[in-house]
């Protein structure tokens, strides 16, 4: 794929919204000049939020999509995907609504990517997440043997800040409406790697993006952080990564074996240091529980 002169004109934006907050306006400006178009795709919000979301939009010419029901995250970003295409874009940047895009941060991801030996194979181009209470670098599983002075290949990454390969997306089906939400990003990923597709981070652009309510603790000698998760999203977690450890056990062990010890770390952490941490175990418990019924989708109310 040839990224051509004017990296802008290639790109369409989605950002997926669920009750944001009302740093939602300066997100959208701080990405508008970067892309062609953006459309907000919102998965339930009230009717005085989604207000809020229009006009937040209508400021910087992004279009609304309201789905009146929260769809998932997975559906949102197809609905987003399914425009790009029809329109003819070459790239979908995929952003969560707390997401703040840097200045030109799309056009040197772009640089770094055309640089890169085998651009036709790059699905998904990411920055280097940052949270931005803490402003610590969050980590990324990847492959040390290929990295180079201005990017390492990952395994998978998280789906907001990227540039996703309109094209390749299509190809491999798009993101998976079944996972709902959490683990979303990481099973498209490794699908698109399951069809010889590759995952490039740009190593020198940085994104500030929040993951949960992270917080820091001392633990002995080391400090811990804790992302503070809700018991349904500690549920949704739970039960997607397992189903993705035993779909890629055989071809993606080095993943595997790097989420499962990212599991035990989160475990540890919940149970030190985060509040309701007995219902979230149950929540958990869950999780894994309905991966081994082959359950999917959103999380069923108690009847």
Same mark, same amino acid.
């Given at each position: 794929?040839?990224? &051509? ?167 491999? &089906? ?37 993951? &949960? ?39 993606? &062990? ?50």
């Amino acid at each position: 794929m040839n990224v &051509g002169v004017d990296p802008r004109s290639q790109i369409c934006a989605v950002v997926v919204t669920y009750f944001p907050k009302s740093e939602l306006a300066a997100n959208l400006s701080a990405l508008a000049p970067q892309v062609a178009r953006i459309i907000v795709i919102d998965n339930g919000s009230d009717d005085r939020t989604l207000a809020f979301i229009e006009a937040a939009a209508g400021s910087v010419g992004a279009t609304v999509v309201a789905l009146r029901r929260n769809s998932g995250v997975a559906h949102a970003l197809n609905v987003g995907l399914d425009f790009a295409r029809r329109n003819g874009f070459r790239w979908l940047a995929t952003f969560d609504q707390d997401s703040s895009a840097a200045e030109s941060m799309f056009a040197d991801m772009l640089q770094v990517a055309q640089h890169y030996p085998s651009l036709e194979r790059v699905a998904v181009v990411a920055p280097m997440h940052v949270d931005q209470r803490l402003g610590i670098g969050l980590q990324q599983s990847h492959d040390p043997a290929k990295t180079g002075r201005d990017y390492r290949l990952l395994y998978s990454t998280m789906t907001s800040g990227n540039l996703v390969a309109v094209e390749a997306a299509a190809a491999v &089906g798009g993101f998976d409406d079944s996972m709902f939400i959490d683990y979303v990003d990481h099973e498209f990923c490794l699908r698109l790697r399951h069809h010889h597709y590759q995952i490039l981070e740009a190593r020198n652009v940085r994104l500030l993006h929040s993951l &949960g309510a992270m917080t820091s603790h001392r633990l002995l000698w080391k400090r811990m952080s804790v992302t503070n998760h809700p018991g349904n999203r500690r549920y949704y977690m739970t039960r997607n990564r397992s189903l993705l450890w035993v779909r890629y056990w055989g071809s993606e &062990g080095a993943w595997v074996r790097s989420d499962l010890w990212g599991f035990i770390v989160e475990l540890t952490g919940m149970m030190l240091f985060e509040a309701d941490r007995v219902a979230k175990l149950v929540m958990i418990c869950k999780g894994f529980l309905d991966a081994l019924r082959g359950v999917s989708g959103p999380l069923k109310s108690p009847t």
